[in-house]
């Protein structure tokens, strides 16, 4: 009998031929009679025959099953499913693609459609994005795949049949090196998945209607059906129960972490215990992802299914595409009781919640639907934490008596004469870890220490041979289940340091840091890719030595996936290739293109618009900013405040390029604090600042009090520059801090309710110039016009320049 997995790698072929059939345009080879895409997919598999038949899949039968899922082409019966495995494919491709029609390729166009961003046509607030362009598929003096900043939408993309020859070219090849492996089924099902996520991630699956999905998304989507298909008839189905579309035989599985940020953010001391805040505090926020990686992972372990269920997955949530069986609802049960009871031994500061939604076939034709209802159960397991446990006391008798750990305050320490609880002391070793390692391993048993402990999972930042995730774009193959996920962030360490010029190596830096009471003693001594602490980052600022926080989130998401694919008369064209390729192109943004502007800013260099001089600039600074968080639709970052400043204007216009709808904008927070604040204390204030953007109106940074949109407060760098200017003077021509503030105080009277005293401002304003040179006079006296953004948000700029010269 057929498992899940065979029909998973059918769906996932079931389309490849398309690929081939557009790079041999025109000149089919010879082996080949029918030019249509199932025969190019039976011929592609033909070749890689070696390569299936060692993972246990007869190629001859695997070539006619992915090739038959054609039910509409009348005219080809060849391509017409038959036998229930066939019919499993072709209605689970039905299902993914909702959003195009069904066409025998007669009249198809030559291929030089472009893929295009999925924001283009969603329908935000009333407006749609840009729909004109669309991705190129090699960038130029580039090789093919996907790369950080490459995902950007383009006029006259570079789209052809010489590079989808080009594209299938690297994928024999990726395939040839994968055939060098002994794969088992999962592992071969894993290894084309990320495959297909580097090479086909810009091509679109349909050319024909409207080209916003990628043959990446349809082929994972196909699959995943399929496979939930198949294992809902438990592998015995006949082609009349398949084809049934009135039982509700899919069961959409939320999963979700709640209280992250009390668990991320819950650190008492500045530099308690091994390896201090900086590294404790990214290692929490990695715990966070790979806790919900690690509670998926165990559900698709117990029902006998992969990964590829996982349609999407970001910021501690995902959902799952799962058969709705007896077997997956006890399933479903066992892991949230067994992750219940460890939430309650970690202190219950991170609390799992899994909700789940049954719905029929018709659900994937407007799949907002399915999503909305889904999320309303979630919200109801919310009400309801910790539902299994809560007749189970929290500490046992033996650890009753020992103290608080004193570092998160939750957990008991160790033992009477430790500090630290089990979780912050290793914190503190596996932060010191992730800027040195790029693959995390899921071990169902032991794992190298420092490791992460869940129910059934141990996780370490090393490859295991069960399941690995990369945490950079590298889609080499292996021999073992694999995913590429951006999960790793950056740390500053003291190689970003020493590349500031200002030290000659680590001994000088040392000294340094010494005379300036920075330095921290560590076990083993630190070494150039240790972790910087906060207090070494706020020295990097310009300046008053004050660390800066930034959270920025995206506007208006969830409008976009409940609505967003509504027309005007209300026409529902929300796909699960759609909203999985949405969900997966913003974790795309936020968790690989903020950190490849954060260590590699020369990437956007031409892009954004970068001067020479400034890309280096920009490349010896950016590095040193620490992304506590960056993933789903929003993050978290700390760093020297002047850089963070400077690096939040250059991340929301690469935002707009990224996205290219209006409507799709960004609101942030922005404080500088002292690098001492605890950490609690700190989030607070620029989350605050953060919702004080939004309650603004949206689309807008709040910094120094006040919050302003991204363009003005772009047109204020210049008043800036130029105040900072005319403090650096000397004398009576200058500007002085005294005068500074008086200005901050005419301001403010400025807003006074009573129009005649809120107009005093102008001639006091005239007066307090009237000793200074003719520049400054001139250029101050502008602010007298109280319509212009420079009066409107004087405090801002008036505040940055004065920390600047502080």
Same mark, same amino acid.
């Not at 603004?696 to 520059?721: C, I, K, M, T, Y």
């Given at each position: ?165 080009? /594209?299938?070219?690297?994928? +024999? =090849?990726?395939? @040839?090196?994968? $055939?060098?492996?002994?794969?088992? *089924? &999962?592992?071969? !099902? ?38 939930? /298909?198949?294992?809902?008839? +438990? =592998?015995?189905? @006949?082609?009349? $129960?398949?084809?049934?579309?009135? *039982? &509700?035989?899919? !069961? ?555």
């Amino acid at each position: 009998m057929l498992d899940t997995v065979s029909l998973a790698t059918l769906g996932l072929l079931h389309d490849l031929g398309k690929l081939y059939q557009r790079a041999h345009w025109g000149h089919p080879p010879e082996e080949l009679s029918d030019w249509s895409h199932p025969a190019y997919t039976a011929w592609a598999i033909g070749r890689h025959r070696g390569l299936f038949e060692r993972a246990g899949l007869e190629p001859f039968w695997l070539a006619r099953t992915a090739a038959r899922h054609h039910e509409g082409w009348r005219d080809k019966p060849q391509y017409q499913p038959q036998t229930p495995e066939e019919w499993c494919v072709a209605l689970a491709d039905t299902y993914a693609s909702r959003e195009r029609l069904e066409v025998d390729e007669k009249g198809s166009r030559a291929p030089d459609t472009p893929l295009k961003s999925v924001f283009a046509n969603l329908r935000v607030q009333e407006t749609y994005g840009q729909r004109d362009h669309g991705y190129s598929m090699v960038e130029a003096g580039q090789e093919v795949g996907l790369k950080l900043g490459g995902a950007y939408p383009q006029g006259g993309p570079n789209v052809s049949r010489d590079t989808y020859w080009r /594209l299938a070219e690297w994928l +024999d =090849g990726r395939l @040839t090196e994968l $055939a060098k492996h002994s794969l088992g *089924p &999962e592992a071969l !099902l894993m290894n084309l998945l990320g495959i297909f996520q580097e090479l086909l991630w810009n091509v679109p699956s349909d050319t024909q209607g409207e080209p916003d999905v990628s043959l990446f998304d349809h082929l994972r989507l196909t699959g995943a059906i399929a496979a939930a /298909l198949w294992a809902y008839h +438990d =592998g015995k189905a @006949t082609v009349e $129960a398949l084809k049934d579309e009135r *039982p &509700e035989k899919f !069961l959409l599985v939320l999963g979700d972490l709640g209280g992250i940020q009390g668990h991320i953010y819950r650190i008492q001391g500045a530099q308690t215990g091994v390896g201090g805040l900086a590294k404790r505090l990214r290692a929490r926020s990695l715990e966070v992802s790979l806790a919900a990686e690690a509670l998926g992972l165990e559900l698709l372990q117990r029902t006998g299914f992969t990964p590829l269920q996982r349609i999407m997955s970001a910021g501690g949530k995902f959902y799952l595409l799962l058969p709705n069986t007896e077997a997956v609802h006890r399933a479903l049960d066992a892991v949230r009781q067994g992750w219940e009871a460890w939430a309650l031994q970690q202190g219950a500061t991170l609390l799992p919640f899994l909700a789940a939604h049954p719905f029929a076939p018709g659900g994937f034709r407007a799949f907002s639907e399915v999503l909305k209802a889904a999320h309303q159960k979630l919200a109801e397991a919310k009400l309801k934490p910790l539902s299994s446990q809560l007749s189970t006391p929290y500490l046992t008798s033996g650890s009753a008596s020992l103290r608080p750990c004193s570092a998160c305050g939750v957990r008991p320490a160790q033992s009477a004469t430790d500090e630290l609880c089990h979780g912050c002391e290793r914190d503190g070793h596996m932060g010191r870890l992730i800027p040195k390692r790029t693959k995390i391993g899921f071990f169902p048993q032991d794992a190298p220490r420092p490791h992460y402990r869940f129910p059934a999972w141990r996780v370490a930042l090393e490859a295991s041979p069960a399941h690995t995730l990369r945490t950079r774009p590298d889609f080499t193959p292996a021999a073992h289940p694999w995913e590429v996920r951006l999960l790793a962030g950056h740390i500053p360490t003291l190689e970003d340091a020493l590349h500031q010029g200002r030290w000659r190596d680590l001994a000088e830096y040392q000294a340094w840091a010494k005379e300036q009471g920075l330095w921290v003693e560590e076990e083993g001594g630190r070494k150039a890719d240790d972790p910087l602490t906060l207090a070494e980052l706020a020295e990097f600022s310009t300046g008053a030595k004050y660390l800066g926080a930034l959270m920025l989130d995206a506007d208006r998401m969830g409008e976009a996936f409940a609505t967003g694919f509504k027309d005007e008369e209300g026409q529902d064209s929300s796909s699960p290739s759609r909203i999985a390729s949405l969900s997966r192109m913003l974790e795309l943004f936020f968790a690989g293109e903020v950190l490849e502007l954060i260590k590699n800013p020369q990437t956007y260099a031409k892009r954004l618009g970068w001067k020479e001089l400034e890309a280096r600039e920009k490349a010896e600074r950016y590095p040193l900013i620490y992304s506590v968080y960056a993933g789903g639709d929003d993050l978290l970052l700390l760093g020297p405040w002047d850089v963070l400043l400077e690096f939040a204007l250059d991340l929301q216009a690469l935002y707009r390029e990224f996205t290219q709808h209006p409507a799709l904008t960004l609101s942030g927070g922005f404080v500088l604090v002292s690098p001492s604040l605890p950490i609690p204390l700190l989030t607070e204030a620029v989350q605050e600042a953060e919702q004080a953007a939004k309650n603004a109106g949206r689309n807008r940074l709040h910094l120094f009090g006040q919050s302003v949109p991204w363009d003005e407060l772009r047109n204020l760098l210049p008043w800036v520059r130029d105040f900072r200017r005319h403090l650096e003077a000397e004398g009576k021509v200058g500007l002085s801090s005294a005068l500074a503030y008086r200005l901050l105080r005419l301001w403010r009277g400025h807003q006074d309710e009573d129009e005649a005293r809120r107009m005093r401002y102008k001639p006091l304003l005239a007066y307090a110039l009237r000793e200074r040179n003719e520049e400054i006079r001139k250029h101050y006296l502008q602010l007298t016009d109280h319509t212009q953004a420079a009066w409107q948000y004087l405090p801002v700029w008036v505040q940055w320049g004065l920390y600047l010269e502080r």
